[in-house]
């Protein structure tokens, strides 16, 4: 696919150069003392996991983690020599696949290890896994209630612990403290059992940022990597825009005053209007607004109008004389900022990325200059 083609409808531009100066900026912030873990779950935020880890492999990273086996069988097809830390289930059917790919295991209860022990034994082979604690965040892992579960899970047979983890609530430094005393706790017991934890990790973006003197052997970095900064960070500038978002025109009309745009029926033109339909809707990552919202053309703000749909959307462009059949359409990043995306969709910043879908050609540019252009659906 040559760019044309792939900006022929609705693409995603992905500054590498940025995604490289975020990720040297996050090892800087570890000081040499911790490993960086790239976050690459949701198809690396949306910016192409297989293509991200090759990256950041060149950059020096050599542990990746993501959210399920599917995601890690993925890139060790594009990048066999990488290791992959999954950080959520792989159901019982799944484990054999995983042990024998070299996939690095999450055991956050005393059934989840026990499963992977018999996995192993069966193919005779020994499983990869980094336990997870529960402390605080009330999602996956072993509670402080359940040290003495995690010292027999990590026990079992044919399993080779090189990890405890936990994810931070990040609901207050006090609470965090808390969580980082209970992560601890789970530390000390499991080498008074004699398991040596190679590797202690608790800190994502936020934390990393927040939270120096607590990086331990690790911090996982995910959104930092793809131009999402922490809330009141001081300095923003140092966490740079990876991801810009456009479609092309379609076709350009008048409408009537009192029609009404697409599938809403509430919203009529107030006066005669110039709209604009675009080639791109939700499936493409655009939220389903309804007459709010809106998107960069010629550098102008261009409102939605109607209903956004599953492929195309309409906007206002009568303000916006050089709105052309063909014309592009910024619809996220390039001077629309994630911060107020997400703040006008109530999304998460994280998900703004994640939505881009998969149908959209990715292109990707070292500050303007074209390197490759991949489609997922090729």
Not at 193 to 198: D, E, I, L, S
Not at 277 to 285: E, F, K, N, R, W
Request: glycine share 8%; with cysteine; hydrophobic share 40%.
């Amino acid at each position: 696919m040559i760019q044309s083609e792939a900006a022929a409808r609705c693409w995603a531009e992905i500054n590498i150069g940025a995604l490289i100066e975020n990720y040297k900026t996050a090892v800087s912030f570890l000081d040499g003392k911790s490993t960086l873990i790239p976050v690459l779950k949701a198809n690396a935020y949306g910016c192409g996991a297989a293509y991200i880890a090759k990256t950041l492999h060149k950059e020096g990273a050599r542990l990746f983690a993501v959210a399920s086996l599917e995601e890690a069988l993925e890139i060790k097809k594009a990048l066999p020599e990488a290791d992959l830390l999954v950080m959520g289930l792989v159901s019982a059917p799944l484990l054999p696949r995983a042990i024998e790919k070299g996939v690095i295991l999450t055991a956050f209860s005393e059934k989840c290890a026990r499963e992977i022990s018999d996995a192993a034994v069966k193919l005779s082979r020994t499983a990869r896994v980094h336990l997870k604690m529960d402390t605080g965040l009330h999602r996956l892992g072993f509670g402080k209630d359940d040290i003495d579960a995690l010292v027999q899970s990590a026990l079992y047979k044919n399993l080779a612990i090189e990890g405890l983890f936990t994810h931070l609530a990040l609901r207050s430094k006090e609470e965090d403290d808390i969580q980082f005393s209970i992560l601890l706790k789970g530390y000390d017991a499991l080498k008074n059992a004699g398991v040596r934890v190679k590797m202690l990790h608790a800190c994502d973006s936020i934390g990393m940022v927040r939270y120096p003197d607590r990086h331990y052997d690790a911090c996982r970095v995910g959104a930092w990597l793809y131009g999402v900064c922490p809330y009141r960070y001081p300095h923003p500038e140092q966490c740079r825009e990876v991801m810009v978002v456009k479609c092309r025109i379609a076709q350009i009309r008048t409408v009537e005053k009192g029609q009404c745009i697409g599938y809403d029926d509430d919203h009529p033109v107030e006066k005669e209007t110039r709209v604009a339909t675009l080639s791109a809707g939700y499936v493409d990552g655009f939220p389903r607004f309804n007459n709010e919202g809106y998107v960069l053309i010629a550098g102008k703000k261009a409102p939605v109008l109607g209903l956004v749909c599953m492929d195309q959307m309409m906007v206002d462009v009568s303000g916006i004389p050089e709105a052309a059949e063909g014309g592009e359409a910024t619809m996220l990043g390039g001077g629309i900022h994630v911060n107020e995306y997400a703040s006008t969709a109530h999304f998460n910043r994280n998900e703004c990325l994640c939505r881009t879908g998969r149908r959209v050609p990715r292109i990707y540019h070292k500050d303007g200059q074209v390197i490759d252009i991949l489609l997922d659906i090729e």
